[in-house]
């Protein structure tokens, strides 16, 4: 053990180490495939950005070195919005939980996505929200219970690729933590390419949604997970439901080209 | 700092409190203004993007307020000068983020065209309801300052004169206008470009690894980077420590929240604008802003005219607000005069800094009513008797 | 390694062999790296580190094929495989 010095390290805010996420969270999951997507895009790490809104991957931003900023519960998106816009020579990358960017955010990332602001969205959907504690969240599926819910949820959950897709997001792709070389694949596709990307990570929250559904522990619901998904790239979006416990079906959905929000800015100021 | 010649309309116009606002951010540099739409603040926006392609600036219109100022705080650290301009309903909305702003230490400008309220209220009708909400909207303890013009001509200059004050102390400044200047078309003069005096971003000047985003200097003001410039900083919204890494303790508690209101509580003297007429001896002094200390003026000149002692105070900066004068004046004189277009916000701020020493007076003017000297002009005949 | 038949390029194929490092304060004990190695590298041992949890250790450092599966699945940075260096290079 002479080299004790991780690959990622240089990629990450080492003081700040151990992050808060529990044991079995597939957040830090998608912070390793995050660093090697971004290793094998070969971006120059000055000009990334990292967004995060509030929640347990709203800490997201501070645990990765790059400028990244912690803002407030559901605004990552419009502040990326005025980063990208005042600065178009930056990458922008949001990462948020499902909460943050669907319930309480949900009016901006449908209208970054119409306006097909050149960003990432990477979202990562634990089906509650559990830094609060476990209450029920706009992606938990039917029937599962959580600390506000505790006859069983009877609120249809949101289908985030649906809602991508419908407003105009140009690359939407779902994979759980488990995917991770996929994961890292498609969320390098999404790095390199123009305009509004989604990228849903389904993780397990191996304390308040495991624990109060009685799934176990993380890698119990990995297995569950792992087993349960089923490839089905370019799956219509409707089709992506998550029902509890039941298959989920990964893949990338979406792949398709409409000029970004900076491209027609410039077009139509004639530049 | 030289402004762009480009963004500055030198010259003498014809404009509106509100286009005189958007020439007055043009001026100041601004390149960046995110909004939506809600009178009587429109012609602001329309100004700015009618200039945005001469002068390069970004102008988005966003899906609602909340986002508005997000977009504004994001493009500021991304190093453009940013504002946003709104109207009540907006500025309740925007409240979130004014914290963020604060916390942040982000320099932006958001400007307030009041309107009747509470809730929708009356669109297009003056009002100064939102004096205490500038002030005080945001959740937790926090200083701010809050500009408020009386003229198109000054809506110029103070917009100017906010977006200095917000680089030099890193904060968000608010501009309080109201439907009656926003409207209200009157001659503004624009100097040249190089008589426009610009305060510029206090930019980190160390070595890059070096960096700490909340390491202050004697003016408890930390200098600033932007985005992209490879310092790969963090900050957050949550109490933090020097690195901008969340901590949650009272040492943090005390570089945050503390110096936060030091640093502005320190400058008082420096940031406090206001303008005084015939204070030397005066018996009654009418303590006005915004549109009403023009109906004062009339007031105070027939008032002068009857050989009444009247003077005016006029606050131009309303937060802080200036205590000290406000005491001083509280013990030489007889009576304050306060006319507002609201139901008494000011005039709590005024007895408080009076201390019992002088009588008070409130002046109300009910919401949407045309204003009129006489109302003032009794009062202080009431006080002479 | 056996084969039904060599194959024709089997002189210039290496096998690569990795080295599977594991920081071991890092570690939460969540098993995933254990779970999921294809070669069974891994096992949770019985010691404690300085958070509480058992972190793993290389149980059969041999079969290292250096695919990084551990390192991708590991959500606390605390495990990573460098490449080893072999002398002879075919293994056949």
Sequence with gaps: ?271 | MKTNDKGVLTGTHNLSGNQACAEGALAAGCRFLSAYPIPPSIEVIERFTQRVKEVDAIFIQMEDEISVLAAVLGASWAGKKAMTVTSGPGLSLMMEHIGLGVMLETPCVIVNVQRCGPSEGTPNSPSQGDVMQARWGSHGDYEIIVIYPNSPQEMFTQTIEAFNLSEKYRTPVVILSDESIARMVEKVVIPPASKINLEPRKHYKGPKNKYLPFKYDKDLVPPMVNAGEGYKFHITGLTHDEKGYPVMNEECQELNVHRLVRKIRNYVDNIINIEEKNLSDAEIVVVSYGITSRTVDKALKQARKDGIKVGSLRLITIWPFPDKEIMKLSKKVKAFIVPELNFGQILLEVQRCNYGNAKIRFVEYGHEEIQNPDPILNAIRSLTK | MKFWRKPLDIDEIKIPKGEVHIIKDRCKGCGFCVEYCPKEVLEISEEFNKMGYHPPYVKNPDNCLNCHLCEMLCPDFAIYCIEKVEEEGIIA
């Design chain 1, 1 to 271: 053990m002479k080299n004790v010095k991780h690959p990622m390290d240089f990629y990450l805010r080492m003081d700040r180490m151990p992050h808060i996420w529990c044991t079995g969270c597939g957040i830090g999951l998608t912070a390793t495939a995050f660093v090697a997507a971004m290793e094998k895009a070969k971006l120059d790490t000055n000009k990334v950005c990292v967004v995060s809104g509030i929640g347990c991957t709203g800490r997201f931003a501070g645990y990765i070195k790059l400028d990244s900023f912690h803002t407030t519960h559901g605004r990552a998106i419009p502040f990326a919005t005025g980063l990208k816009l005042a600065n178009p020579e930056l990458k922008v990358v949001v990462v948020s939980g499902d909460g943050d960017l669907i319930s309480i955010g949900g009016n901006h990332f449908i209208h970054a996505a119409r306006r097909n602001i050149d960003m990432v969205v990477i979202c990562v959907n634990n089906f509650i929200y559990a830094m609060t504690g476990g209450q029920v969240a706009p992606t938990t599926p039917l029937t599962a219970y959580t600390t506000t819910s505790p006859y069983g949820n009877f609120e249809p959950p949101s289908n985030i690729p649906q809602i991508a897709e419908s407003s105009g997001a140009v690359y939407v792709a779902r994979w759980t933590a488990l995917h991770i070389r996929r994961l890292t694949n498609s969320i390098f596709e999404a790095l390199n390419k123009p305009g509004f990307t989604v990228v849903e990570v389904i993780s397990p929250c191996a304390q308040y949604y495991s624990r109060i559904n009685r799934l176990g522990d993380g890698l119990d619901m990995m297995k569950f997970y792992h087993e349960n998904s089923q490839i089905k790239h370019w799956e219509p979006t409707d089709n992506l439901y998550i029902d509890y416990q039941k298959e989920i079906i990964v893949g990338k959905f979406v792949d398709r080209e409409r000029p970004t929000y900076s491209e027609s800015y410039k077009k139509w100021l004639g530049e």
